[in-house]
């Protein structure tokens, strides 16, 4: 029986960067299939039709969400698990996953396609990846439809021109935040990796790696954050400790910065999402950071949002007060309490 694991993507996509990081660093036998290649439609189809997603060795289905995917690898596999053992630390891990995974996925599409510099090296780039042998003709007409589609869709993720700067701004302050959080210590967590890590290093990739305006700004204003992007792509090479995860009471200091960022702008538009969701409204309305913000609704974010929550109230009441007290004055506070 083959016991190669298979993996569908695209090099431009945020979730396939951090699946493939994670398969590297958990030294797990796999293979790489790009979309839309005659390799890709040899697979079976995933139920909903995203990247990146896996066929385990002796399945005829394809899993696809990589929070659950990397939950159900620490399951198969028992060597060097992503997600802590320390409940506590765990649902941190979590919620900084979810904010990268959820929120940082903003700036990256707005930078993309808000910019034309970098819409037009996106337009063509991205439609070559899957097919390199198509006419110059035939590859700039796609490039064209496809950046023509995202640029319409700018407004689904929330940015406008209103919105645009508080965007940036968050980009900016992450970059201070990791630079500091990563000074003196390899990962977020200490000396070995989380999902959060995996998360952020999935988005990063296209802001500190490729697209051409937050790439400038990332190596001017953080080099760290560029080269810990570049290191994190494979770490099959590194060697963890047992207790290479912090206590969540050590990591606490470090982890507010972030956890503040996430309360600031992660937090108000996740609850405005979920709230849009009950009430029917096919609007989400809130402000963040004194603006209006205003988008879609998605209904995949509200359930990340009771995947958290089910989390912290499936935690020991101890481990429930010590998220608490990590969360306290953060803003993070309503995600758990509700």
Not at 133 to 149: K, Y
Not at 200 to 209: D, K, M, V, Y
Request: proline share 7%.
């Amino acid at each position: 029986m083959n016991q190669t694991l298979t993996i569908a993507g695209m090099p431009g996509s945020p979730y396939t960067r951090k699946m493939l990081a994670v398969l590297r660093y958990r030294r797990i036998p796999h293979r790489t299939v790009t979309q839309y290649t005659a390799e890709d439609e040899a697979l079976p189809r995933p139920k909903v039709p995203v990247i990146p997603y896996l066929v385990f060795p002796g399945e005829d289905h394809a899993r696809f969400d990589s929070t659950p995917l990397i939950s159900e690898l620490d399951a198969r596999h028992t060597e060097r698990k992503v997600r802590p053992n320390d409940p506590a630390l765990a649902f941190i891990d979590a919620l900084i996953e979810d904010y990268a995974d959820e929120w940082l996925t903003k700036p990256m599409f707005h930078y993309r396609w808000a910019y034309s510099a970098d819409a037009e090296q996106a337009a063509a780039v991205l439609p070559r990846w899957s097919n390199t042998t198509l006419s110059e003709t035939e590859l700039q007409a796609r490039g064209e439809l496809f950046a023509q589609r995202q640029i319409d869709r700018l407004w689904v993720v929330g940015s406008n021109q209103t919105t645009g700067p508080l965007i940036e701004d968050s980009y900016h302050r992450l970059l201070d935040i990791l630079d500091k959080a990563l000074t003196g210590q390899r990962f977020l967590l200490g000396s070995r990796p989380g999902a959060g890590d995996f998360a952020l290093f999935g988005q990063l990739t296209q802001l500190a790696l490729f697209d051409p305006t937050p790439q400038k700004l990332t190596m001017h204003n953080a080099p760290r954050i560029v080269a810990w992007t570049q290191w994190i792509d494979d770490l099959s090479g590194i060697t963890v400790a047992d207790d290479g995860f912090l206590a969540l009471a050590d990591a606490q200091d470090r982890l507010r910065p972030l956890l503040s960022e996430i309360g600031r702008v992660y937090v108000p538009v996740m609850l405005a999402n979920a709230k849009a969701l009950i009430e029917g409204h096919e609007q989400v309305v809130c402000r963040v950071d004194g603006e209006e913000w205003v988008q879609k609704p998605f209904p995949y974010q509200a359930k990340c949002i009771k995947a958290l929550r089910n989390q912290f109230v499936a935690l020991p009441e101890i481990h429930q007060r010590q998220v608490l007290d990590c969360l306290n004055g953060t803003g993070c506070e309503p995600l758990v309490t509700g």
